[in-house]
């Protein structure tokens, strides 16, 4: 099956610093690229929706200023927490998706995800 | 607007088999997902519904009702393992698959 990874797995910085995740499909071209953000218990709140070349999509109340998305090739796409504070403590995950199957489908497979702590 | 509904809890006997359901309500809808998530996991892929009716796969089945907006995942022959978070995701097209809150299903020896 694809294979995507995510690193850091882990990550502990300083509030008003800025950490970059980075995404990677290994085994194929993701057509698409999501980022998500997943808070103890609650459900996965997709940030922003990334397409190789173009500039990222971003959810309502995401701020796209704090949180840079990258998506350089058809492998690879970064997010960067500008600024960190703790309130963005949470576990960052990607997720690419390309059509796939019959019927065509839009299954995302998703990284192991990112802890990110602020201090 | 878009909303999906699903048990918040759910606990079950090792053995036994547990339906979650899910109801949603979406701008666009292609298919509907069911994933599971471990805590602190990523989720991983279990199926994918177009078609109405039962998809069987091993100890999971899902099924769904696109006129109802209803979808169910079946877990039969329950395992400690399965212990996890059953997250209902409507594909709405163009890429865009939104996820529920899931249940927590906690399975009991």
């Known amino acids: 099956g694809a294979v995507v990874s995510q690193h850091p797995s882990w990550v502990i910085c300083k509030s008003g610093t800025s950490v970059k995740i980075e995404c990677r499909s290994l085994?194929?071209?993701?057509?698409?690229m999501f980022w998500y953000r997943q808070f103890p218990k609650q459900s996965l709140m997709l940030m922003a929706t990334?397409?190789?070349?173009?500039?990222?999509?971003?959810e309502q109340g995401v701020e796209k200023d704090k949180f840079l998305i990258n998506h350089a090739s058809l492998t690879l796409s970064t997010l960067t927490v500008t600024s960190a504070h703790p309130e963005d403590s949470s576990f960052y995950i990607c997720?690419?998706?390309?059509?796939?199957?019959?019927?065509?489908?839009?299954?995302?497979?998703f990284g192991p995800g990112t802890r990110l702590t602020v201090t | 607007g878009q909303n999906i509904d699903q048990p918040t809890e759910m606990t079950a006997t090792e053995g036994a088999i547990v339906q979650i359901n899910c109801t949603y309500q979406?701008?666009?809808?292609?298919?509907l997902f069911w994933y599971q998530q471990h805590a602190g996991e990523a989720p991983t892929f279990l199926s994918y519904?177009?078609?109405?009716g039962l998809e069987e796969k091993g100890r999971f089945s899902s099924f769904l009702s696109r006129s109802k907006g209803y979808s169910y995942l079946l877990l039969k022959e329950l395992q400690m393992k399965d212990s996890a978070s059953y997250l209902c995701?409507?594909?709405?097209?163009?890429?865009?698959?939104?996820f529920g809150a899931g249940t927590r299903l906690f399975v009991k020896a």
């Open positions: 997720s690419a998706s390309g059509l796939a199957g019959d019927p065509i489908t839009y299954e995302q497979y």
């Open positions: 519904n177009v078609l109405d």
């Open positions: 979406t701008s666009g809808f292609n298919g």
């Open positions: 995701a409507p594909d709405t097209g163009g890429f865009k698959t939104i």
């Open positions: 085994d194929f071209q993701a057509t698409t």
């Open positions: 990334s397409n190789e070349g173009s500039k990222a999509t971003y």
